[in-house]
Structures are given as structure tokens and as C-alpha cells.
């Protein structure tokens, strides 16, 4: 029994001697500056890729690299917040040609779908400069902001994207056409409409909403009238009785932005707004 006890003491001992002998691995590390020349790693198994995924290259927490071997960039998963005091939320793409000449397309944002082994562009907002014939290269300067933004999309069977819309300097063109970013013209005009025709649909009559239960403290009518996000008004529904002040439900109209609730042909209080193609209120 003595042996045993001390054998177990050396151990504690010599456990306790390595650990003052080996260097702690610091809780927090404090500087002015950091200086990562190939990867940074942010990480709670310590590999830049969740288990499973390495090919598409989504992160395990946050991943950059340094433009070495390979390009460099930033992962990050899951949301990317952003805040500031007393400074509006601001992204900034800069990009340069590698002789210093001006680059007419900077970027783009885009989403994606991993599909065929590989991540797919399903959607992409793109920022550029204008044509130099629109706006020529000496008249470039901090006064003219020459540039614009171009909305694409892909059409099934086709490869290169289809602009469906672009905006700059107070204009905007719609319409289909422009594969590989050219076709779609610059708009000379506020608004030009290209490829199409231009269709208005205005508010359909709702149905009549139903009747969920109500109150049995008398008779009332209720019906829905649906508002546009410019006021436009549709007609009133079909009318639904009810026993008394009720719980109504019915299905949202396409286009609408609101809501108004007749009882008994008169507005029940202020336009409603509620998510979801079905919509539900009580009258109290």
C-alpha cells in the first residue's frame, strides 16, 4: 500500500514539474500589428474546411490566404455582420490592373449552387465603368463617376450569362438580351425597355375572407380590401358573415402591400401588413 501511495505522489509530481517546464499556450495574444504571410485560420478543430466538404471549400469558421501559390482570398461561414458607430455600413471593391491601368470591371457578386463538382453562378450583380464612347477615357474623374450596375441571369441551355438590366447615371435599360454582357443597350433615357412589352396587373378582388370564430355578441359582415404600395385600392371582397366581432383569415393577392378590414362596410381601424400567403386577424 505504501509503494502504491508513493508512486502515485512521484507521478503528481513529475506531471506537475513537466507542465511548469513546458511553455503554456497563451489564452490571449495581444499586439500591434499581425504579419500573416500564406494563412490565417479561424478555427475550432483547427482545419480551415468543415469535415466533408473540402472540395466545395467552405470554411470552418474563417480561412484566408495570402496570394502565394495559389489565388488568394477570404471564407467565411455562416453570416458576415457588419457593424459601425457613428459610420454607415460600407463596402468597397477596388481593383487595378497590374501595370496600374484602369480595370472597367472591378467585381461582382453572385450566387452560387455546387452543382456538376463544381460551384455554378445562378444570379450575379456586377459593378463596371460605362462605355468610353458614352463617356470618354479623359473625362474619367471624381466628378463624372462614370460607372453602372448590371443585373444578369442565365437563360436554361445557355452558358454565358443574360443581362436583364442595367443602371447608371440615372438611367436604366430592362429587358432580355445581352449574353456575355454586350446586347442589352445603354439607356439614353430615364427608362427604355428593350426585347418585350411592357404589362400592368393590377389588384384582383380578393375572395372572401372566413370566418375562424367570433364573439356571438351580434351580427356583422366582413369584407377584405387589398392595397397596393402606391395606395391602389382593389374592390372590396364578397362579404362574410359573422355571429359577432370575428377572427378572420384569407389569402394574400398578388401584388398587394396591405390590407383593409370592412366590418359592416366600414374600415376597421389602419391598413394591416402580414407575412405569409395566408393572413390572419381578429377584430377586437
Known amino acids: 500500500?505504501?509503494?502504491?501511495?508513493?508512486?502515485?505522489?512521484?507521478?503528481?509530481?513529475?506531471?506537475?514539474?513537466?507542465?511548469?517546464?513546458?511553455?503554456?499556450?497563451?489564452?490571449?495574444?495581444?499586439?500591434?500589428?499581425?504579419?500573416?504571410?500564406?494563412?490565417?485560420?479561424?478555427?475550432?478543430?483547427?482545419?480551415?474546411?468543415?469535415?466533408?466538404?473540402?472540395?466545395?471549400?467552405?470554411?470552418?469558421?474563417?480561412?484566408?490566404?495570402?496570394?502565394?501559390?495559389?489565388?488568394?482570398?477570404?471564407w467565411v461561414r455562416s453570416r458576415l455582420i457588419k457593424g459601425e458607430v457613428d459610420d454607415p455600413f460600407d463596402d468597397r471593391f477596388h481593383a487595378i490592373e497590374r501595370d496600374g491601368t484602369l480595370r472597367r470591371t472591378p467585381g461582382h457578386i453572385s450566387w452560387n449552387v455546387w452543382l456538376d463538382g463544381a460551384w455554378r453562378q445562378m444570379a450575379i450583380i456586377q459593378g463596371e465603368g460605362v462605355e468610353l464612347s458614352e463617356v470618354p477615357r479623359e473625362r474619367w474623374d471624381g466628378g463624372t463617376h462614370p460607372g453602372r450596375i448590371r443585373f444578369q441571369t442565365?437563360?436554361?441551355?445557355?452558358?454565358?450569362p443574360l443581362t436583364d438590366a442595367l443602371i447608371g447615371q440615372g438611367m436604366m435599360s430592362i429587358g432580355g438580351g445581352g449574353y456575355g454582357g454586350g446586347g442589352l443597350p445603354y439607356p439614353k433615357e430615364v427608362l427604355e425597355l428593350w426585347g418585350g412589352t411592357m404589362r400592368s396587373s393590377g389588384l384582383r378582388r380578393p375572395a372572401a375572407p372566413s370566418v375562424i370564430s367570433d364573439d356571438g355578441q351580434g351580427d356583422h359582415v366582413y369584407a377584405i380590401v387589398a392595397v397596393g404600395p402606391q395606395g391602389e385600392r382593389s374592390e372590396p371582397s364578397p362579404e362574410t358573415p359573422a355571429k359577432g366581432r370575428a377572427t378572420l383569415r384569407w389569402k394574400g393577392v398578388a401584388g398587394a402591400d396591405s390590407y383593409i378590414i370592412l366590418r359592416d362596410g366600414e374600415p376597421v381601424g389602419e391598413p394591416v401588413r402580414i407575412e405569409g400567403s395566408k393572413k390572419e386577424l381578429k377584430d377586437d
Open 1 to 74: 500500500m505504501q509503494d502504491r501511495v508513493i508512486t502515485v505522489f512521484v507521478s503528481v509530481v513529475a506531471t506537475l514539474a513537466i507542465q511548469q517546464l513546458l511553455p503554456q499556450q497563451p489564452k490571449t495574444l495581444e499586439v500591434d500589428r499581425l504579419v500573416v504571410r500564406q494563412e490565417l485560420i479561424v478555427s475550432d478543430t483547427g482545419e480551415p474546411w468543415e469535415k466533408g466538404y473540402e472540395e466545395q471549400q467552405i470554411p470552418r469558421g474563417i480561412y484566408a490566404r495570402a496570394l502565394h501559390d495559389g489565388p488568394g482570398g477570404l
Open 154 to 160: 442565365f437563360r436554361p441551355n445557355h452558358q454565358e
